[in-house]
């Protein structure tokens, strides 16, 4: 049974900075693209980046700059962010078996979801 597991969250201040974790289990010898998604209240889930089982790392646009994902072994990842503003307040999303591209990070199918963690950001 595949498994995934986010930490890292919580309450920030306004230009903080906080590191999400990412482990993936239940997986032998198989090694799926890996990505973060964040989903605010009112809001629909969106991509924030993604990391190929090949290696290349990928940003959706409107992320590139704060956010810098880390492939640290074939099934962890994280998520550095940086400068944090109130806008980023989200559950934040671990996922694999994603579809991660250049311009791509979604959900296939096949993409097995953490639980999410929650991230907010507040004075």
């Known amino acids: 049974q595949v498994q995934v597991a986010e930490s890292g969250g919580g309450l920030e201040q306004p230009g903080g900075s906080l590191k999400l974790s990412c482990v993936v289990s239940?997986?032998?010898?198989?090694?799926?693209?890996m990505g973060w998604f964040r989903q605010a209240p009112g809001k629909e889930r969106e991509g924030i980046g993604c990391?190929?089982?090949?290696?290349?790392i990928w940003y959706v646009d409107s992320m590139k700059g704060r956010f810098t994902i880390s492939r640290d072994d074939a099934y962890s990842l994280s998520l550095q962010m940086n400068n944090l503003e109130p806008e980023d307040t989200a559950m934040y999303y671990c996922a694999t078996a994603i579809r991660c591209q250049a311009g791509t990070v979604a959900a296939s199918r096949q993409t097995y979801w953490g639980q999410g963690t929650q991230v907010t950001v507040a004075s």
């Open positions: 990391s190929e089982w090949r290696g290349g």
């Open positions: 239940g997986l032998t010898s198989i090694v799926y693209n």
